[in-house]
């Protein structure tokens, strides 16, 4: 886990509020190791641990271990953390298995490692607030970019008090081939010329919309679509001359959506 789950009440207990500061901070900094290690709140058979190795875990001394009791004690060699919350530390468990068997229904046995979904998954997810009545999160716990054969995907886990939701954006866009753009012209109605225009357009820009990425192209030449009736009617009632794509012929010239001149040529 990566939060403290610590209730205010706790804070505000008998137990906590008897015990000397020393104290309190030992069992704060034993408290935070536990979470980290998602241990239950028991260190196993560490009685036997020498000062410098409870420094170097827990950042305390061994003295101050053995000064924290009520908050701190001992069980047949293991250290037990006083109420630790180990239902937050099973749900957190629970969502995070939850994330994974999503992550592996959506992908199944594809070309993406299941190593590199358990890396993403598991350092991503951790739980927002303290208790079951929190307020609802909507917070991004973690982000990381994993490069999939040749597609890239951008995994978000998001965690609430309720359930664990991966969102798995779409891969990278693919710019198409002049053919693709052709084809395309011919399903959306417009002469194939204009798919060429497109893709020479798109590749002068370097397939941006804006200063962003292009996401698809198909979208896009949709919108080529529209913007050609629209600049050609602007067009037509600056230029009464200027005949209508329909009407044209080819070897026709017409003024194209950006103020140049054409020769229509009907594929």
């Not at 509020?17 to 104290?23: D, F, N, R, T, V």
């Not at 941006?208 to 080529?224: D, H, I, L, R």
Request: glycine content about 6%; some cysteine.
């Amino acid at each position: 886990m990566k939060w403290l789950n610590i209730e205010v009440s706790t804070l505000r207990s008998p137990e906590y509020i008897g015990s000397e500061p020393l104290a309190r901070a030992t069992w704060l900094n034993v408290f935070a190791y536990c979470v980290e290690q998602e241990n239950s709140g028991i260190i196993k058979d560490c009685e036997h641990w020498k000062d410098r190795q409870w420094q170097q875990t827990c950042g305390v001394t061994k003295d101050e271990i053995g000064i924290s009791a009520p908050l701190l004690t001992w069980s047949d060699g293991d250290l037990i953390v006083w109420n630790y919350p180990i239902d937050k530390e099973l749900e957190v468990q629970s969502k995070r298995n939850a994330g994974r068997e999503t992550v592996k229904k959506r992908w199944g046995n594809s070309s993406a490692d299941s190593s590199a979904i358990n890396s993403a998954t598991s350092s991503a997810i951790s739980l927002a607030g303290s208790s079951a009545d929190t307020e609802r999160k909507g917070i991004v716990i973690g982000k990381e970019r994993k490069d999939i054969d040749t597609d890239l995907f951008e995994i978000f886990e998001k965690s609430n008090e309720e359930t664990a939701q991966i969102t798995v954006l779409k891969k990278k866009f693919i710019k198409p081939t002049i053919e693709e753009c052709v084809e395309f012209s011919k399903e959306i109605s417009i002469p194939t010329a204009e798919g060429e225009k497109f893709f020479h357009y798109q590749e002068s820009k370097g397939w941006k919309v804006g200063s962003e990425p292009m996401k698809n192209w198909k979208s896009a030449m949709q919108t080529w679509k529209g913007n050609l009736g629209s600049f050609t009617s602007k067009l037509e009632n600056k230029q009464p001359n200027q005949k209508k794509i329909s009407q044209l012929k080819p070897g026709d010239k017409y003024v194209d959506p950006y103020g140049k001149i054409q020769t229509y040529c009907k594929h």
